[in-house]
């Protein structure tokens, strides 16, 4: 069903390109339906449960409940009244994941996105992975609005929310509207700007259905009636504002037009002088507060129940920014456009998701990779919805679209004019913290199995593929057990691969404590032409989490130009492979300052292999450790079950951070090495009586105590050999 509109239909400043993210479990695909059900885009309400939602299009995860990769859609919106009544408005919607494994497609999706919709839960406030995307969010400098959700369970308590957020998140939080009653009782908002009550009628323990479905996706929805009741959702009404919350409403409101006139001198000056501000000023100025990140404006709803999306989304339109409120975004410029997902389609092949921030892309056009200085031809050009495509000829300036024909352009690429060049800021991902060995159950499955591991490392940044020099197995490595195992059961669906996995294994890195130095030489003389290949190198830490650093300070012709990046090479492959354990070298800061050649036998093969010995020997003398992935895990449990969770992480070499109470749970905070965690979830299920969850990421890597480092070392079995 294509939807019949350009970007020529909507001017900049009426687009918003938003992402909804949260925490896993607070209800971003619910709120999604809920949003392309009002908007008019879909004319039945997806359930989870049922696996019937529009963004959970993969059978993976609708046979699982969960949100695996983002999906991106277009829906249109006309505000009833404020900032842009009247106006229709394009809405280009991305639903994240909220499960840590798929952290890329949250990471990818915000560096494209201009702003997005934080949905916290408002029986538990922030949570671990809140925290995750909110600090996602401020790397690339994305405004926020924030939806407080599931007003209607045990528990909601959307003050408690705020000032989780402004605790835990360091957020300037504060209420844009108050729930009309809570848990059970939740019927309606309060809008404190307007100082107007909202009642959502219909059966408060189930989600309603319309009787008159929108026919129309051209014309959007259209709000009906004086009150603002919706022909595509669950109606509300406006009423007065109950008088049991007339003193909290007028407290409320006061401070979040304190919180506004801070912002912005001139109504400061009103404000403090006792002037009446119009409800249009405080709007404007909370538009830039927002788009500034000064301010996060707190909504309450319940997505489950149909109440309060409607208003979020009117905040969408009016607090987000659009396009036009981003510098780098100019139509009138040359072409800019940003790479940021790949995803292997069975219909079309490889599709390459875009966002282009200026000019104009053309289907058919070549288009120059700044980043590889390469040139690509897009073949056609789609508009996405979920797994649905729309062809279109072209794309313009703050439109996110997919192309096809792109062969060599990956994740983070920067696509533009050949004449005008330009690299855009590329996107950074976690390394994997976890692998495991994975062999074909046939021949036939041989020959399909570095295909599939090859377009599933396309799609996912996070997903590493490689071969061990010891064993001949090849391994894979990802941010967790459920993101392997859902890469294994596609290679199995969509490539028809058959494969035996181990199990999986901690992804520990190697490093070294102090400076040292090395030499490498590498010399043999078999009849004809020889090899010979000598360099002396020095190595230093780097801080953690500083990766690695190859450095030449090789004056006076010592050893050829064209020779050190042979040198480089072989340094990274035996970082890659290994000194200690067979674990890849990490922080570490490698310096070739001297060495010699032969005018006739010197080889780039030989200095490749002459640099590998030369790193294996200081290294020896470099006092090497071994580091671990340390997680951050939240449990939450019923009180009675605390000591002996506690108890038991405090067992697998637990910092326990916290323990505080939240609802009627408690939950504990702490740091554990992810080495100690095999097998948890039955281990807490059981402790629990299968009450009690838990939720873990990858926070950093810390040394591995000695006596556990010296067994892994006499487990790997590495040699530690260069290959000659």
Request: overall charge negative; aromatic content about 6%.
């Amino acid at each position: 069903m294509g939807l019949q509109k350009t970007n020529r239909d909507f001017p900049l400043d009426r687009i918003r390109n938003i992402g909804i993210i949260a925490h896993i479990d607070a209800g971003k695909t619910t709120t999604t339906e809920r949003i392309l059900f009002y908007t008019g885009r879909t004319y039945k309400i997806g359930d989870i449960d049922e696996g019937t939602t529009t963004t959970d299009w993969m059978e993976q995860e609708r046979e699982r409940g969960i949100t695996i990769v983002s999906a991106a859609i277009t829906a249109f919106w006309t505000v009833k009244q404020g900032l842009f009544e009247s106006l229709e408005n394009r809405i280009n919607l991305i639903d994240t994941p909220g499960h840590v494994d798929f952290t890329a497609e949250v990471e990818r999706s915000l560096r494209v996105l201009d702003g997005a919709v934080i949905v916290l839960d408002s029986s538990s406030g922030v949570q671990s992975q809140t925290e995750t995307v909110w600090r996602q969010a401020n790397k690339y400098n994305v405004p926020l609005i924030a939806f407080s959700n599931k007003m209607d369970v045990v528990g909601a308590d959307f003050q408690a929310t705020i000032q989780s957020a402004r605790d835990r998140l360091g957020a300037n939080a504060i209420a844009y509207n108050l729930p009309i009653g809570r848990e059970n009782d939740f019927k309606g908002v309060v809008d404190l700007l307007t100082e107007k009550a909202y009642i959502w009628e219909g059966d408060p323990s189930a989600p309603s259905t319309p009787s008159t479905p929108s026919t129309s996706l051209r014309t959007g929805p259209l709000r009906t009636g004086p009150l603002g009741t919706s022909d595509t959702g669950a109606k509300f009404n406006e009423v007065e504002i109950p008088a049991d919350m007339a003193e909290e409403v007028k407290a409320a409101r006061e401070k979040l037009v304190e919180e506004i006139a801070g912002t912005d001198d001139i109504l400061m000056e009103k404000y403090l002088g006792g002037q009446d501000m119009s409800v249009e000023e405080l709007k404007l100025a909370l538009r830039r507060a927002v788009i500034g990140s000064k301010i996060v404006p707190v909504l309450a709803g319940s997505s489950l129940r149909n109440k309060g999306v409607q208003k979020m989304l009117d905040c969408v339109v009016e607090y987000l920014p659009s396009p036009q409120d981003i510098e780098k975004t100019d139509p009138k410029a040359s072409l800019s456009a940003l790479a940021f997902k790949i995803q292997v389609d069975p219909h079309v092949g490889k599709l390459t998701y875009i966002r282009v921030y200026s000019g104009t892309l053309k289907s058919g056009s070549y288009v120059y990779n700044s980043t590889k200085q390469i040139k690509e031809r897009v073949g056609r050009l789609l508009l996405m919805h979920a797994n649905d495509r729309e062809e279109i000829e072209e794309a313009f300036a703050g439109e996110i679209v997919a192309a096809v024909g792109l062969k060599d352009t990956i994740t983070g690429d920067t696509l533009c004019d050949e004449t005008s060049p330009i690299i855009l800021e590329s996107i950074t991902f976690p390394d994997p913290v976890i692998s495991l060995a994975i062999e074909p159950k046939t021949k036939s499955d041989q020959e399909r199995l570095g295909l599939s591991l090859q377009r599933l490392a396309e799609e996912d940044p996070t997903f590493r593929v490689k071969s061990d020099a010891e064993t001949g197995q090849t391994i894979i490595a990802g941010m967790g057990e459920l993101q392997l195992e859902i890469l294994v059961d596609r290679m199995k669906r969509e490539f028809k691969v058959d494969a035996n996995v181990g199990q999986p294994q901690v992804a520990y890195k190697e490093t070294i404590t102090k400076y040292a130095e090395g030499e490498g030489k590498y010399i043999r003389q078999t009849g004809g032409r020889g090899q010979y290949g000598h360099c002396l190198l020095k190595i230093e830490p780097l801080p953690r989490g500083q990766g690695r650093e190859f450095v030449s300070e090789v004056v006076g012709g010592a050893i050829p130009r064209e020779f050190i990046p042979p040198i480089e090479k072989g340094v990274i492959e035996k970082e890659d492979t290994g000194i200690l354990a067979g674990f890849p070298v990490t922080d570490i800061k490698v310096t070739v300052y001297d060495g010699s050649f032969h005018d006739v036998d010197s080889s780039e093969i030989a200095f490749k292999i002459a640099a590998s010995l030369g790193l294996s020997e200081a290294a020896k003398i470099a006092d090497m450790i071994l580091l671990e992935p340390i997680m951050k895990v939240e449990v939450t449990t019923p009180d009675e079950f605390l000591g002996e969770i506690i108890g038991d992480l405090s067992s697998k070499r637990a910092q326990i951070l916290s323990s505080e109470s939240r609802g009627n749970a408690r939950v504990v905070l702490a740091l554990v090495p992810l080495a100690e965690m095999h097998g948890y979830a039955t281990a807490i299920r059981s402790m629990s009586q299968g009450r009690a969850t838990y939720y873990m990421e990858a926070d950093h890597y810390e040394p591995v105590p000695q006596n556990i480092t010296q067994k892994i070392v006499e487990s790997s079995g590495f040699t530690g050999r260069v290959e000659r």
